[in-house]
């Protein structure tokens, strides 16, 4: 006994070694990439010094003498922090994520690659001013400097996947400007899901699920008014979209902007904000920096992790920022295939060759997955199918176009005035947008800068026949011929996704908008007074009342108001719903009464004919979600109202509302207790900032990488969203990826946040030490001149060469 009574404490011993040698050597791995923000480093090809001030948040102020230092140390910092992340992203765009993560990302790489991003790049990088390529090699440079001196000090996610960076190249950086376009391209996912709905019930079922032409929209340009049977269509883009959606890469939705002229404003200059609406993830899409060459170039503002120039932002003149036009710029074309020969197509009445690329994708573990993809003229064949030999489905995509978007950024980091920004704007292209400006001398305007195409003829909405040119592009519409306004007399811009131009304007651009609500909601607030300043915009970005609510919440109360056949229960619910004010707070008990009534109103309506597979792809779509239930709601009946289930019955409008009425204080009661009062919505409407390598709850466990879950309150139909899916409620997976105030009076009041932090490393102090800030809509002080950044700064690092 006395020997076993021995053994036991040596195991225990010998547990606890190795338990804390475990942690010792988990803690080296989760540190052995944080970056020295003190260091004096030298690089190899720098002329002059650098230094680089970090304020209290990490967030590099980079001053150089001139622009090849200043891009050069502008990688070297940005690889500080983002490394990882951006061979992410550059292993998206090229279509390497098996090589990592394995064969589930074999039909992604083959999608990514089929978009042939990289032979964009190339033709781009080729039609390039030769300054713009030299600050390209210099961040690339900058990088793989940074690269070659921390190979044994890597971020802990190459060392967790066992591989090191490679070399980065100035054509990487164009690949994520591929990447952008192909996130913001519309149509594909709703038009299968409706196509597959247009089958099974017909047209008339369809139209019930889409906005009436008639309906009224709220334009962002007001004043300007110039067969398929066999085929697997989800079996592609839905299936890899899903895999980026995990992974955290799908990232471009909604956003808002918006600036006042000098006239509304309490300072007599303009003030303009932006709010991007991505994808909310850990470390976040957007890397804060500050560009100085001095008396040359004065830029700071968000950038893209992987290429060095500021997306949104201001320099010493004008300021900008962003909000997706939504464009239909995808189209779909069913192309007969020579049953003889599946690598010819009919065009024209003749047999064309396609293009066939033979890819092999390298899987982790050492397999290889060899795969074909063929082109036609209009581009990738993105249909698998099955036992179908004759049919298959192309895509036409304006990311295959020339653009030059980095050109444009690179402009708009110089740009003085109007015309210059207009003039960089040109070959803002594949990632539409309409784009709101602001300048020192006054000015204000919003300019549609998107690559619209012009059809021969067909809806864009339906599957095309391939087998002819008759609905093929003709070209894109002319810059000069894409809306905007100017200085216009109601002293704002404004837009947030919702419908561009009225139907007079001669170009289609799309169906594909947001419904109205959050820029109705913005103009009702620009309405309020007569000036504004910073503490307004700030309220305005924080806003959580809702137009949806306002237009149907008297439609819901009064139709239950009709029956009496209520729980003490429920009657407690619906007289706190009937005088709610429609603020979705994360307080508010009415807000999960709302949100929940939504979710289950729309299933009591879809499901019971959908069945589970359709239903869910349904609700994956956030634009046929909002369509549908604005839809019902509005119309106070529809066709599918009646419950195919209930035999001898016809349900109607009312039924509907009634019976998901009760099923909300159910499900409400059955998860947060038997008193309203204390259904608040933060409870059920959270927050986490997932990291791709988070979903791994050993990997969580040990590193940290997810962040949350946090109460929030808002929702897709406020101005402060936090956008969650119907067939995951109410798990938040949008909202703003930043925001930003800036007073064209004083570039120093200029306040940003984002919902992250600077870097990209969990154990770094900075990863998401500004969570809090956003999640309280606050800022931090976004200082401009010299003197306060060497006040504020934290840190400071000397470059030189070497």
Avoid at 676 to 693: N, Q
Avoid at 699 to 728: A, I, Q, T
């Amino acid at each position: 006994m006395k020997k076993l009574k021995i053994v036991g404490i040596v195991l225990i011993v010998l547990i606890g070694i190795a338990v804390v040698a475990g942690a010792l050597f988990v803690r080296s791995m989760a540190r052995r990439g944080l970056p020295d923000y003190d260091a004096t480093v030298e690089l190899s090809g720098l002329i002059g010094e650098v230094v680089v001030y970090r304020d209290a948040y990490g967030i590099p102020h980079v001053y150089a003498q001139n622009e090849d230092d200043l891009y050069r140390a502008v990688g070297y910092c940005m690889a500080q922090d983002r490394l990882w992340q951006m061979d992410l992203l550059r292993r998206v765009c090229t279509g390497r994520l098996s090589e990592i993560f394995g064969e589930d990302l074999v039909e992604t790489d083959l999608l990514m690659r089929s978009l042939r991003i990289q032979k964009k790049s190339h033709m781009v990088l080729e039609r390039t001013e030769g300054h713009i390529v030299n600050a390209l090699q210099s961040y690339a440079d900058g990088v793989n400097q940074y690269i070659e001196a921390h190979q044994d000090k890597l971020p802990p996610e190459f060392i967790i996947l066992r591989y090191k960076p490679e070399k980065w190249l100035p054509e990487h950086s164009l690949h994520l400007v591929g990447y952008m376009g192909w996130d913001l391209r519309l149509s594909w996912d709703e038009e299968v899901v409706l196509e597959r709905i247009r089958k099974k019930f017909g047209d008339d079922m369809v139209k019930e699920l889409l906005l009436d032409v008639d309906f009224p929209k709220t334009l962002v340009y007001p004043e300007f008014e110039s067969n398929l049977a066999g085929i697997n269509l989800e079996s592609t883009l839905l299936t890899a979209n899903n895999w980026l959606q995990k992974l955290g890469l799908v990232i471009f939705n909604a956003s808002n902007n918006w600036a006042i002229s000098g006239e509304k404003s309490v300072t007599g200059k303009p003030l303009l904000a932006n709010d991007m609406h991505l994808d909310l993830f850990a470390p976040g899409i957007w890397y804060q920096m500050h560009h100085v060459v001095e008396g040359k170039l004065n830029v700071t503002g968000v950038v893209l992790p992987g290429q060095p120039f500021v997306v949104a932002g201001h320099n010493e003149r004008i300021a900008w920022g962003f909000t997706n036009v939504m464009v239909d710029n995808t189209d779909f074309y069913l192309e007969k295939v020579n049953p003889e020969n599946p690598n010819q197509y009919e065009l024209n009445g003749e047999w064309k060759e396609m293009e066939v690329r033979k890819e092999e994708i390298k899987i982790s573990g050492g397999q290889t997955a060899r795969e074909k993809l063929r082109f036609t003229h209009r581009g990738p064949v993105i249909s698998h199918f099955h036992d179908v030999d004759d049919v298959a489905i192309s895509m036409r995509w304006i990311g295959n176009d020339y653009s030059n978007e980095l050109r444009t950024i690179y402009l708009l980091n110089r740009a003085n005035n109007w015309d210059e920004f207009k003039n960089a704007m040109r070959t803002f292209i594949s990632v539409s947008q309409n784009t709101v400006y602001a300048d020192v001398d006054g000015n204000i305007g919003l300019y549609c800068c998107a690559g619209v195409p012009i059809r021969k003829g067909g809806d864009s909405n339906a599957l095309l026949p391939g087998w002819t040119e008759e609905f093929d592009w003709q070209r894109i519409v002319p810059f000069e011929d894409l809306p905007y306004s100017f200085n216009p007399e109601s002293g704002f811009v404004a837009s947030a996704n919702n419908k561009t131009v009225s139907e007079d304007y001669p170009h289609y651009i799309s169906h594909w908008f947001f419904p109205r609500y959050r820029i109705d909601r913005i103009r009702e607030m620009l309405g309020e007074k007569e000036k504004f300043g910073i503490e307004d915009f700030k309220r305005m970005l924080a806003d959580l009342k809702s137009k949806l609510v306002e237009e149907i919440k008297g439609i819901v109360t009064s139709t239950l108001e009709r029956s009496d056949e209520w729980s003490e229960l429920e009657d407690q619910a619906l007289e706190l719903f009937s005088s709610w004010d429609g603020i979705l707070s994360k307080t508010s008990p009415e807000a999960s009464i709302f949100e929940t009534f939504l979710c289950l109103f729309t299933e009591n309506m879809l499901l019971d004919e959908m069945g589970d597979e359709l239903y869910r792809k349904f609700l994956s779509s956030l634009l046929l979600r909002d369509f549908a239930i604005q839809n019902f709601l509005r119309k106070r009946g529809s066709l599918w109202s009646d419950d195919v289930k209930t035999d001898g019955i016809k349900e109607t409008f009312e039924d509907m509302v009634q019976k998901s009425f009760k099923d909300t204080i159910s499900s409400l009661r059955a998860e947060l207790g038997k008193d309203p009062t204390g259904w608040r919505w933060g409870k059920i409407h959270r927050l986490t900032l997932a990291h791709p390598m988070g979903s791994v709850k050993l990997l969580d466990w040990l590193f940290k990488f997810n962040r949350g879950s946090y109460e929030v309150g808002g929702s897709f139909h406020s101005v402060c969203p936090y956008v969650y899916l119907l067939n995951e409620p109410f798990a938040v997976t949008n909202g703003a990826s930043h925001r930003h105030i800036y007073s064209l009076s004083n570039w120093d009041n200029a306040l940003t946040v984002i919902p992250t932090g600077v870097s990209g490393i969990p154990a770094n102090p900075h990863y998401c030490d500004q969570t809090k800030l956003y999640l309280e809509n606050q800022y931090r002080a976004d200082y401009f001149s010299r003197d306060l950044i060497q006040k504020n700064a934290r840190y400071q690092m000397i470059i030189k060469g070497k």
